[in-house]
């Protein structure tokens, strides 16, 4: 495994479903970052993670969104009773922080579609 | 005002020459800063890395840092059509050590 790794890459699902994507991090890697996607737009940061604890959750997210990262390996995204406003790419990316410096390599993303 | 800030464009350039991107950002302490190229539909991918002022070459890019200026740009010399793609300035917060993303610069490469 080199690499940053999604899953699913692809995720339709009706408006008020619950749906949960998973990324899996570079081996190694402490820091996990979730970030939102639209189109025309930057990666938006969500949430991040040093090894299992959760730093931040941004202000703009709302209570329908949680992430976990048990044992401060592989992380999890859930997004309960979806809107269409939730319809975006979302992107996990890892980086090794060792005090500043951190490059962080972003997986594949899962793009959601929700109807 | 944002925290990272881009050009959205989309900036034309003919083949052959010189594209240069530019971002700025807000936070005085920020240290490490970033350059990813995005192409359509797929995630963004690394390209440059800069921590000290001045310019750092990799190929045939150069980023440029100057922390006075809060200023990051990236050069790219000889442009080829498959540089086409979005290129999304990122900063690493200093109070917080998040990554934040710009919008992106859309660029355009003219055969």
């Known amino acids: 495994d080199t690499g940053v790794s999604q899953d699913p890459r692809h995720k339709i699902t009706k408006r008020g479903q619950n749906v949960t994507f998973r990324c899996d991090p570079i081996?190694?890697?402490?820091?996990l970052y979730w970030y939102r996607q639209t189109l025309g737009q930057g990666p938006e940061f969500l949430t991040y993670?040093?090894?299992?604890?959760?730093?931040?959750k941004s202000r703009l997210l709302s209570d329908r969104f949680s992430a976990e990262r048990p044992k401060g390996s592989f992380s999890t995204l859930e997004i309960q009773r979806t809107e269409q406003g939730d319809s975006a790419m979302y992107l996990c990316?890892?980086?090794?922080?060792?005090?500043?410096?951190?490059?962080?390599?972003f997986g594949q993303g899962t793009r959601l579609t929700v109807v | 005002q944002k925290e990272v800030e881009q050009n959205s464009g989309p900036l034309s350039v003919p083949e052959g020459a010189i594209a240069s991107l530019n971002c700025t950002y807000s936070?005085?302490?920020?240290?490490?800063f970033f350059w990813y190229r995005q192409y359509s539909g797929k995630s963004p991918e690394l390209i440059m890395s800069?921590?000290?002022?001045g310019d750092k070459e990799d190929g045939r890019f150069t980023a440029q840092l100057n922390k006075a200026s809060q200023y990051v740009s990236l050069l790219i010399r000889d442009s080829q059509p498959s540089d086409s793609a979005t290129y999304l300035c990122?900063?690493?917060?200093?109070?917080?050590?998040?990554?934040?993303f710009g919008k992106g610069t859309r660029l355009h490469i003219l055969p």
């Open positions: 990316a890892s980086s090794l922080d060792q005090g500043g410096w951190t490059e962080a390599f």
């Open positions: 993670f040093q090894n299992e604890a959760q730093l931040e």
């Open positions: 081996s190694e890697h402490n820091r």
């Open positions: 936070d005085r302490g920020s240290q490490s």
């Open positions: 990122a900063a690493v917060m200093n109070r917080d050590d998040k990554i934040i």
């Open positions: 800069i921590y000290s002022n």
